[in-house]
């Protein structure tokens, strides 16, 4: 019977850090731009797209071009993104293990 309160308690626990650690990386936001400057991505480390901002030079460059630097900027924004969301739950002190 103690042995399912105390497992209770520490998923209470578990809940509050994540809830915690989810409210840390929605206020934290980083910009990436493209390898052309064409396109700028915020993003939270949440992974929530804040803005996206497309320079007006981008008129001059190929539909393919543009396409490339998206792409580009979209997965340095992720990866970064994710980055930052393992340094914020091992500053936290981590997932604790059952």
Do not use: C
């Not at 042995?3 to 934290?28: A, P, S, T, V």
């Amino acid at each position: 019977m103690f042995d399912k309160l105390g497992q209770l308690k520490d998923l209470w626990k578990l809940k509050n850090q994540m809830e915690e650690i989810k409210k840390r990386l929605d206020n934290m936001v980083i910009k990436v731009d493209s390898p052309r400057h064409l396109v700028e991505i915020t993003i939270s480390g949440s992974q929530e797209v804040k803005e996206v901002r497309v320079e007006p030079i981008a008129k001059n460059f190929t539909e393919a071009e543009i396409a490339e630097d998206l792409k580009a900027v979209i997965n340095k924004a992720v990866r970064d993104s994710q980055m930052m969301a393992a340094q914020a739950m091992g500053n936290f002190g981590g997932i604790p293990q059952a």
